[in-house]
């Protein structure tokens, strides 16, 4: 039995209704931008009065921190499935895969990138307890290329390190505390550079920084990943 049919009436109309809420929002996304989203807008757009869209989002607040949740989850989800379909030992597959899916929802999704990699909503902040776990579901997979990468290329073997100044080692060991990470401080510092580039890379791409620079993106692409590669440390 599936979950539709054990739902009563009544929370059949309300999933539709939060599904027919969240669609029209996302096109305000695309055609003016998260600063323009308006529960009023949307109620116009249900034929309904704005009162009766307050009985299922209380808020503008609530509803861009629903859109952002899944639109991290969503990206989680093509970024886990492109990591899950590659051999475990394969770092640099896993990384390029990842890069590409990320890519690929990006440019599928500008707008909702935007909504999460984009300039921030003025007099709105995301709550972390809400959209700090949906967010790091990307970060998560590249950290465990990261750790595995330094398992198999240990500190010490000749590879070319940049000692990190003690504030920033101060920042890597809360990180390695909270999560039970056994990696170095150089290793880390690459693995921030290559993580902020890659989006750095989609950002340029969406927002059209590359405009007369680069003509072919997709060969631009393919080669910064395998740098990024190289930085991090991962085998051919």
Request: charged share 25%; proline share 6%.
């Amino acid at each position: 039995m599936t979950v539709d049919a054990i739902q009563t009436p009544r929370q059949r109309a309300r999933a539709q209704a939060m599904l027919d809420i969240k669609r029209i929002a996302r096109e305000q996304l695309a055609s003016e931008g998260s600063s323009a989203l308006s529960l009023r807008g949307i109620a116009r757009e249900l034929g309904i009065v704005s009162s009766a869209v307050y009985r299922y989002v209380p808020s503008r607040d609530e509803l861009l921190t629903m859109l952002i949740e899944d639109a991290y989850n969503s990206l989680g989800e093509v970024a886990e499935a492109a990591d899950g379909a590659c051999a475990r030992p394969d770092l640099r597959g896993r990384w390029r895969a990842i890069g590409h899916a990320v890519r690929t929802w990006a440019v599928e999704q500008p707008s909702e990138y935007a909504l999460i990699y984009g300039s921030p909503v003025p007099g709105y902040t995301a709550p972390v307890d809400r959209t700090g776990d949906p967010g790091s579901r990307v970060s998560l997979l590249l950290l465990a290329i990261l750790v595995e990468s330094e398992r198999v290329d240990p500190p010490g073997d000749g590879s070319p390190e940049v000692e990190v100044p003690p504030l920033l080692g101060t920042d890597f060991e809360a990180l390695r505390q909270a999560l039970g990470l056994r990696i170095s401080d150089d290793r880390l510092a690459r693995g921030f550079l290559a993580w902020s580039s890659l989006f750095g890379l989609i950002s340029f791409e969406l927002f059209g920084q590359f405009k007369n620079a680069v003509e072919h993106l997709d060969a631009y692409f393919d080669h910064q990943l395998d740098r990024l590669a190289l930085l991090i440390g991962l085998p051919e």
